[in-house]
């Protein structure tokens, strides 16, 4: 509440009942205005000031429902405490919906007066929590626009961070020679993009708790697909992903996986001159799991030839063994590593 006195306008065309109203008030601390009718009152609510208005039901013109409907929607607008002789519960109901706090019956005497000052007493500190509540629900809703644009900025940064590790990797295998090393080099710098394509999403995400797998994964796969053809490798990739959103960092188990299955296909499905198609499907069944499979038409999966260094197959079960799920391939023809997870 204010530091200075709390205002109280009395709307009442009776003078005698309206002095008796403002003494009585004033005994239990509060500063008394009073207004003959409906239209000095709106006048006097405009000038700013009023913390809580005592408000009878006849007016010399109209009534207090007319001034209640007058006040309409009107911002920070005081309580109104409802003063009617009128014995109809119409009256009462109408006020109450059209906006009062509460009501008084209005009579002469001092009961009248004490109740009047109870209900105004609980106006007052209504008033008052809901000050504090839209105070709290202000700080609150400033505390998360703070927040949101801090973890913009964040994930901003990381991207950026990990954009030039990723080219301090691309600058160490133009350097080197061996093949294989290179190659190495290559499917780190490809773990890493995974990884930064999250943090670019969640920068210019309206939600950074999630992530659309939909652009995501697209966005992932063309780019898997462009560095693979600049290796040599001619195949193609085809995506067919549902919109669904995930939590940020299922998004990132989501994406190594996918990059490990796809390089993988591009490395071993067409070897040597051979290419062809590397599908990756992800479908949202009607119990909440995800279906995930990156499937291609090549040469089949023969686990007993040794592939590389092994690095890729660990990284494959440790991120579906993260997401509560076993990979499961099929075959011929090519090949299908598939799994499924809750979202």
């Known amino acids: 509440m204010p530091s200075r006195p709390i205002s109280i306008l009395y709307i009442d065309d009776d003078p005698g009942l309206t002095r008796l109203v403002q003494k009585a008030l004033g005994r239990r601390g509060y500063a008394v205005e009073a207004s003959a009718t409906g239209e000095s009152g709106l006048a006097r609510l405009a000038a700013g000031g009023i913390d809580v208005i005592a408000l009878d039901h006849y007016l010399p013109t109209g009534t207090g ?4 409907h007058q006040l309409g929607a009107m911002p920070d607008r005081p309580p109104v405490v409802y003063v009617t002789a009128s014995g109809d519960t119409a009256v009462i109901v109408a006020a109450l919906k059209a906006g009062a706090a509460d009501y008084v019956p209005k009579a002469v005497g001092d009961e009248f007066l004490e109740i009047l000052g109870s209900a105004i007493d609980q106006a007052v500190e209504k008033g008052r929590l809901q000050r504090a509540r839209e105070l709290a629900e202000q700080e609150t809703r400033i ?3 703070r927040a949101e644009v801090l973890l913009h900025e964040v994930n901003h940064r990381v991207a950026n961070s990990l954009a030039i590790v990723g080219s301090m ?5 133009n350097a080197v020679t061996e093949p294989q090393v290179k190659q190495a080099l290559g499917e780190v710098q490809s773990r890493i993009a995974a ?8 920068y210019s995400s309206h939600d950074v708790r999630v992530v659309d797998l939909s652009g995501y994964l697209g966005g992932l796969v063309s780019e898997l697909e462009t560095t693979m053809r600049a290796s040599g490798h001619t195949s193609t990739t085809q995506c067919d992903i549902d919109a669904v959103e995930v939590p940020t960092d299922k998004a990132v188990t989501i994406g190594i996986l996918v990059t490990e299955l796809v390089i993988n296909a591009f490395k071993y499905a067409y070897p040597g001159t051979l290419s062809g198609q590397i599908r990756v499907i992800l479908k949202a069944d009607p119990s909440s799991r995800l279906q995930l499979a990156v499937q291609d038409d090549g040469v089949g999966r023969q686990s007993a030839d040794p592939r590389g260094t092994g690095v890729g197959g660990r990284i494959v079960s440790a991120m579906a063994s993260s997401l509560g799920a076993t990979i499961e ?8 590593a598939s799994l499924v997870f809750d979202i």
């Open 329 to 336: 391939y099929s075959q011929p023809p090519g090949c299908s």
């Open 143 to 145: 505390a998360k626009e």
């Open 65 to 68: 429902l007319d001034f209640l």
């Open 169 to 173: 990797i691309r600058m160490q295998a």
């Open 195 to 202: 990884i930064a394509g999250v943090h670019r999403r969640l």
